[in-house]
């Protein structure tokens, strides 16, 4: 090697090698050693330790220090704001699609390791030693507010000592860095709590005022918990002040179904810590886990049907007038259906919390816009509409068949004309996201052909039955999912008489709808909303149709400019 590249070399890594080289009767092979030999004499290396000494030599420095050490943190409030906005000029865009670039995320991210002097190795903490028959005891004072302490306790079982159960994240015994779950609790305020229960000590708490002092003998071990990023939308609503297994009422977080949670801690198996996702408080709250959820729904769900109750909406085959299992009414539109029709599999899913993330819009690739509801909502001329305000950009699937062309039809336009073969072949194979039988022939939609419009660069938009949503909620599609929802039974009277409205049902559209296709409409509507309401990103009541299309509107513009909460897995 040239002496002019000998000379650039580190001389820590120059005394290393030479050490290396003198060493004898070392426990190494000669591969060990020669792979060794090498990696110290690469360029490589060497530059990186030059990098690494002018970080160190220079970080003291009065001439060199960033101006900012947070720049990720800016960039993503930077994205937020855009998105935010009614309307992107060119550069404006190019800017919000330039931020998103991994490359750019990343050199931030280094920036901000750098400014943070984030390199330095992470090594534990030396253990001290201690005599065997001396106890370490740390005393912690607080001052007592409005705001809770933060920590729970409990009798431990083996030893029916009073000990932290869990410190929540963001309190004030998490913040005072001194108080860890599994610490015991020796006095209160100079109390002895030998022999007292958790109310006990809880009264002593409640009675206190000013500062209060605890005594704790540490936990063996207190590995530094890290706050989790994950987030989570919830299914279901949740009042911690009727939960009468919560630990502590006082630490319980509420929310309503459709609420994202960001879930800072998942290390109890029964209660969780969680805030809610742009609440500006810190102090995380307690809330069910999944598994304790799912036991609670479970129970509940039991012991209805020991009651005689059915848990999940029951409706009669003549309920549903389109199903192709009903054959009592003679006039009925064609529509497509799932021939093995299987609501027992949804009724088992039980939908607790689902990990969600961030999904930013892009441009020329659309999510499709499914529209999901009972028969006889509305959803059609939704549809119509819609597409009818931009024929170019809103497009829906061509159709397939087995039905034979009729005169004045054209293969690709009303509908793709194949043999029963060639599509009993395909729906075997899962290529329809729905299919079924009308008069002897199969009707079906395949998921290539709502791919290719995504491809084209326009937004699909899909009115499927709604056992089609098992096909669809993938992370290849990534659809926006919107329930058409009925009013109450008296209102859907009193808007479809108003505006004279035709019934689905007929096949000449020749009348109003009937008492019965009312109140199948309303029982339809329970049944789906009960099976896949976890699925739905938004809810639309059509009791005005013009109410609602504008409703539509605003959601199809929100898909395109705004980023969204989806499945975690759509994004990974």
Request: hydrophobic residues 35%.
């Given at each position: 090697?040239?002496?002019?590249?000998?000379?650039?070399?580190?001389?820590?890594?120059?005394?290393?090698?030479?050490?290396?080289?003198?060493?004898?009767?070392?426990?190494?092979?000669?591969?060990?050693?020669?792979?060794?030999?090498?990696?110290?004499?690469?360029?490589?290396?060497?530059?990186?330790?030059?990098?690494?000494?002018?970080?160190?030599?220079?970080?003291?420095?009065?001439?060199?220090?960033?101006?900012?050490?947070?720049?990720?943190?800016?960039?993503?409030?930077?994205?937020?704001?855009?998105?935010?906005?009614?309307?992107?000029?060119?550069?404006?865009?190019?800017?919000?699609?330039?931020?998103?670039?991994?490359?750019?995320?990343?050199?931030?991210?280094?920036?901000?390791?750098?400014?943070?002097?984030?390199?330095?190795?992470?090594?534990?903490?030396?253990?001290?030693?201690?005599?065997?028959?001396?106890?370490?005891?740390?005393?912690?004072?607080?001052?007592?507010?409005?705001?809770?302490?933060?920590?729970?306790?409990?009798?431990?079982?083996?030893?029916?000592?009073?000990?932290?159960?869990?410190?929540?994240?963001?309190?004030?015994?998490?913040?005072?860095?001194?108080?860890?779950?599994?610490?015991?609790?020796?006095?209160?305020?100079?109390?002895?709590?030998?022999?007292?229960?958790?109310?006990?000590?809880?009264?002593?708490?409640?009675?206190?005022?000013?500062?209060?002092?605890?005594?704790?003998?540490?936990?063996?071990?207190?590995?530094?918990?890290?706050?989790?990023?994950?987030?989570?939308?919830?299914?279901?609503?949740?009042?911690?002040?009727?939960?009468?297994?919560?630990?502590?009422?006082?630490?319980?977080?509420?929310?309503?179904?459709?609420?994202?949670?960001?879930?800072?801690?998942?290390?109890?198996?029964?209660?969780?810590?969680?805030?809610?996702?742009?609440?500006?408080?810190?102090?995380?709250?307690?809330?069910?886990?999944?598994?304790?959820?799912?036991?609670?729904?479970?129970?509940?769900?039991?012991?209805?049907?020991?009651?005689?109750?059915?848990?999940?909406?029951?409706?009669?085959?003549?309920?549903?007038?389109?199903?192709?299992?009903?054959?009592?009414?003679?006039?009925?539109?064609?529509?497509?259906?799932?021939?093995?029709?299987?609501?027992?599999?949804?009724?088992?899913?039980?939908?607790?919390?689902?990990?969600?993330?961030?999904?930013?819009?892009?441009?020329g690739m659309y999510r499709?816009?499914?529209?999901?509801?009972?028969?006889?909502?509305?959803?059609?001329?939704?549809?119509?509409?819609?597409?009818?305000?931009?024929?170019?950009?809103?497009?829906?699937?061509?159709?397939?068949?087995?039905?034979?062309?009729?005169?004045?039809?054209?293969?690709?336009?009303?509908?793709?004309?194949?043999?029963?073969?060639?599509?009993?072949?395909?729906?075997?194979?899962?290529?329809?996201?729905?299919?079924?039988?009308?008069?002897?022939?199969?009707?079906?939609?395949?998921?290539?052909?709502?791919?290719?419009?995504?491809?084209?660069?326009?937004?699909?938009?899909?009115?499927?039955?709604?056992?089609a949503l098992k096909m669809?909620?993938?992370?290849?599609?990534?659809?926006?999912?919107i329930y058409i929802k009925?009013?109450?039974?008296?209102?859907?009277?009193?808007?479809?008489?108003?505006?004279?409205?035709?019934?689905?049902?007929?096949?000449?559209?020749?009348?109003?709808?009937?008492?019965?296709?009312?109140?199948?409409?309303?029982?339809?509507?329970?049944?789906?909303?009960?099976?896949?309401?976890?699925?739905?990103?938004?809810?639309?009541?059509?009791?005005?149709?013009?109410?609602?299309?504008?409703?539509?509107?605003?959601?199809?513009?929100?898909?395109?400019?705004?980023?969204?909460?989806?499945?975690?897995?759509?994004?990974?």
């Amino acid at each position: 090697m040239a002496n002019g590249t000998k000379e650039k070399w580190d001389p820590a890594l120059t005394r290393l090698l030479t050490s290396l080289q003198q060493a004898t009767n070392l426990p190494s092979t000669e591969e060990e050693l020669g792979f060794l030999s090498n990696l110290l004499q690469s360029k490589e290396l060497h530059a990186l330790v030059n990098v690494h000494n002018t970080i160190i030599s220079n970080g003291s420095s009065d001439r060199f220090f960033p101006l900012l050490s947070t720049s990720l943190d800016i960039l993503t409030e930077i994205l937020e704001e855009i998105a935010q906005r009614p309307y992107m000029s060119p550069d404006c865009k190019e800017l919000f699609y330039l931020l998103q670039k991994p490359h750019i995320q990343g050199v931030l991210y280094s920036h901000d390791s750098v400014a943070q002097k984030d390199y330095y190795p992470h090594l534990p903490e030396i253990p001290r030693e201690v005599e065997d028959d001396e106890e370490t005891i740390k005393i912690v004072q607080l001052v007592k507010s409005s705001e809770p302490l933060g920590a729970t306790i409990k009798t431990d079982e083996s030893t029916g000592k009073i000990v932290i159960a869990r410190v929540m994240h963001g309190g004030a015994a998490d913040r005072s860095g001194l108080i860890h779950p599994g610490d015991e609790v020796v006095e209160v305020n100079n109390i002895s709590v030998e022999g007292k229960t958790p109310n006990d000590v809880l009264q002593i708490l409640q009675n206190s005022e000013g500062t209060i002092t605890f005594k704790l003998i540490p936990a063996d071990s207190k590995s530094g918990i890290r706050e989790s990023k994950v987030r989570v939308r919830a299914h279901f609503n949740y009042d911690s002040s009727t939960d009468p297994y919560i630990p502590c009422k006082e630490a319980g977080l509420d929310f309503v179904k459709g609420d994202v949670l960001h879930i800072v801690s998942q290390d109890d198996a029964y209660w969780w810590q969680a805030r809610k996702e742009g609440d500006r408080n810190m102090r995380a709250g307690l809330i069910p886990s999944r598994a304790l959820q799912e036991r609670r729904i479970i129970h509940d769900r039991t012991q209805a049907v020991k009651n005689g109750e059915d848990a999940l909406p029951v409706l009669t085959c003549s309920q549903f007038p389109k199903s192709p299992r009903c054959t009592s009414k003679p006039k009925t539109k064609k529509i497509i259906y799932d021939i093995a029709e299987n609501d027992d599999f949804d009724r088992e899913e039980i939908a607790t919390y689902e990990e969600v993330a961030k999904l930013y819009p892009r441009p020329g690739m659309y999510r499709p816009i499914v529209l999901i509801g009972a028969p006889g909502i509305g959803r059609n001329e939704l549809k119509r509409r819609l597409i009818d305000t931009n024929v170019n950009k809103y497009r829906t699937p061509t159709p397939f068949t087995t039905r034979t062309m009729r005169p004045g039809e054209e293969d690709g336009k009303e509908y793709f004309f194949v043999s029963r073969e060639i599509m009993e072949k395909d729906i075997e194979e899962g290529k329809f996201i729905e299919f079924g039988e009308y008069k002897g022939n199969l009707y079906g939609t395949s998921t290539e052909s709502v791919k290719a419009i995504i491809n084209a660069g326009k937004v699909c938009i899909l009115n499927p039955h709604y056992q089609a949503l098992k096909m669809l909620r993938t992370p290849q599609l990534k659809p926006y999912i919107i329930y058409i929802k009925p009013p109450n039974l008296e209102t859907l009277k009193e808007t479809r008489s108003a505006f004279r409205a035709r019934s689905t049902f007929d096949i000449n559209n020749s009348r109003g709808f009937t008492d019965d296709e009312f109140n199948d409409i309303i029982k339809s509507a329970a049944r789906i909303e009960f099976l896949y309401d976890h699925f739905f990103d938004e809810t639309i009541v059509n009791a005005d149709l013009a109410v609602a299309f504008s409703q539509l509107v605003s959601a199809a513009n929100r898909l395109e400019s705004e980023p969204l909460w989806v499945p975690a897995s759509w994004v990974q």
